[in-house]
């Protein structure tokens, strides 16, 4: 029985000596023999629970040579209560208390009195917490600690510095970034991003404002106190800048999304340091989407009003798992946002630790965005579900196909959040009855030839293709489907956004109905 679970079936004052044997050290459990006094090393692991998920400190139990935990007791209990709370309250020793009097109980054991201490995780706007007076120091039984499976450890100085960002109650993107102005946005991303926003929301308020408004209302530029003019805020460069800008700020920022499908070591790549396209998060989403729509089956329907109908919840659990790994990433921390397609998973991983415990994100009902104002900008094109609700909408899709739940890992040194989702079956979309018919009235535009009018057909139900999902979708070599695509945009049915690999198309505004 593993140690969560059987910590879940007792309470804290009724741990008994029989509870104890059952244990066993690893990431939320320390035993320390501790027979007269507190020893120093209690104050690394109290810290190290705090800025974890928190954890049980044994003292008075010993761990044998198979890693057994017995109770071999203390001298005396009370006293080294009392010397704990003293100690814990002293500022000198460490930066702030985060237990509560039932916290620490002491328990009686056929071989003496032991103290059980729960330490719980400490909230994000205190932590780190720390040994000593240096929250950076690297001296034994000072500094800032961090807990594994191979128990506690000195944080180095980025992991520090990431507790500290995250404790502000300011959001980390809406700072404005003052030495960039307006110009710094890409106007191409800046128009998909509109025209998918007007498709989504067609009689919102802002749909007619001129661009730098409606960037204003979307907080991507902010007016900067000191000069009085528009600059791009944090969370506008990310979406909407250009990668040379974007690196200034965030000398770590890289993104990467890689297919692994056959023997070379990748089938397909983008990466946000490739110098063809912007670089930046909205464009990466429309990219990547769209490849990562082609890894599930999906029948697809068309409204009266050339919509599409019937979504796979599947779908929408890959859309939540790339908007996730996206809003919540902690672009400060190293090696990117990497998502990985391989035959049956899809890897989206994220810097930045969880804002939350590991159980309390796979529960949801409890949301902490690192980037509210990226969250926010996803959700007004429809994008996102509601604070809180992305596992469980994730699960419910997975449920629809009969796959596998998602699978959550969170990773350290570096800090990064890794879910997988798992799937069976890979291809394209399924043609229905509907859709033929629909096919068979885009014929009778203009000139359209029965490719040409599959080509558009397709493109009106996902939105948005790149060339080499049309391939696919189609079975036609890429160099067919580009030509496609370029009659489509040449005859005024689609327009193309963005450069190279990175090129994708949408239908126009105003195409005829059937």
Known sequence: MANSDVIELISLASLSESDVRLLREDNCIEAKKAKDKLPDSLWDTYSAFANSDGGLILLGVSENSRRELNVTGVTDAEKLKRDFWNTVNDRSKVNATVLSDQDVVIRHGSSGDFIVIHVPRAGREIMPIYVGADPFSREQHRGTFRRNNEGDYHCDRDEVKAMFRDGSDTPQDLRIVEDLGSAALDSGTIASYRSYFQ?????????????EDFLVRLQALARSTKDNQLHPTIAGLLMFGREYDIVREFANYFLDYREEIGLDRWDDRITSTDGIWSGNLYDFWQSVYGRLRQAVPRPFRLDGEARRMDENPMEITIREALTNAIVHADYMGRRGTVIIRRQSTIEFTNPGRLRVTKAEAEQGGISDARN??????????????????GFDVMRAGCDSVGAPHPLLEVLTRPDRVKLV??????????????????????????????????????LVSQGSISTSELAEHMELGVSRARALLKSLVEDGFAQSRGRGRATRYEPVEGLPVF
Do not use: C
């Open 199 to 211: 498709r989504i929301r067609p009689n919102h308020p802002w749909r007619n404002l001129n661009d």
């Open 372 to 389: 509210p104002i990226l969250m926010k900008m996803f959700f007004l094109i429809g994008i996102g579900e509601k604070a809180g609700s």
């Open 421 to 458: 989702v798992r799937y069976t079956n890979l291809g394209g979309s399924v043609m229905t009855p509907a859709n033929s018919e629909s096919m068979k009235s885009w014929t009778s535009v203009g000139h359209l030839s029965k490719s040409e009018s599959e080509a558009l057909q397709y």
